[in-house]
T-cell receptor
């Protein structure tokens, strides 16, 4: 069955430190992969997406992610975290269905806390 | 509007009551999705509409859940005889559907937090 796993439930980093959030996927073929951020009371905002091609993708707010087929991973990184990055981060996978739409499968999320 | 809107933002229901949750997608978006997000979990797919047609309802957890989009714009998710396990945030997302079936980004609303007492 298709699945997305985020091994870390909570992560705490200091402001200015680097960040890596882990994501592993299990799909029959290469899925579309996404990272979303959710702040309290807000909807999900797309940070970046991977479809094919270059395995290092750049997103908004200084985030990037690297697709590694051999490890079935799509980890999110940021070189220097800002206090405003504190939020919940979701990795998601999708595959094109016959109807031409994408049913997203989300991981359980990683809650990021940032210490000043 | 500028984005997907949902109402109400918060809903408290007594067990056994019926509730209706509304989603206003981005104007012109053909596709509309409903997701359920339980506390501490990621969103889970409930159902998908393409215009007014409900093409996928495989994620609806029981026959107490019903969704409609009669005119292909606003959608309503209805839950009958609510149970405590229905307590969750219900997210709506919409996307434009481009020709050729290429990927279409889903834009999410802020969600409706349902609490069943």
């Amino acid at each position: 069955a298709q699945s997305v796993t985020q091994p870390d439930i909570h992560i705490t980093v200091s402001e200015g430190a680097s960040l890596e959030l882990r994501c592993n996927y299990s799909y029959g073929a290469t899925p579309y992969l996404f990272w979303y951020v959710q702040s309290p009371g807000q909807g999900l905002q797309l940070l970046l997406k991977y479809f094919s091609g270059d395995t290092l993708v750049q997103g908004i707010k200084g985030f990037e992610a690297e697709f590694k087929r051999s490890q079935s991973s799509f980890n999110l990184r940021k070189p220097s975290v800002h206090w405003s990055d504190a939020a919940e981060y979701f990795c998601a996978g999708g595959s094109k269905f016959s109807g031409g739409y994408n049913k997203l499968i989300f991981g359980a999320g990683t809650r990021l806390a940032v210490h000043p | 509007g500028a984005g997907v809107s949902q109402s109400p933002r918060y809903k408290v229901a007594k067990r056994g009551q019926d509730v209706a949750l509304r989603c206003d997608p981005i104007s012109g978006h053909v596709s509309l999705f409903w997701y359920q997000q339980a506390l501490g979990q990621g969103p889970e797919f409930l159902t998908y509409f393409q215009n007014e047609a409900q093409l996928d309802k495989s994620g609806l957890p029981s026959d107490r859940f019903f969704a409609e989009r009669p005119e292909g714009s606003v959608s309503t998710l209805k839950i009958q005889r609510t149970q405590q396990e229905d307590s969750a945030v219900y997210l709506c997302a919409s996307s434009i559907r481009l020709a050729g079936g290429s990927y279409n980004e889903q834009f999410f609303g802020p969600g409706t937090r349902l609490t069943v007492l």
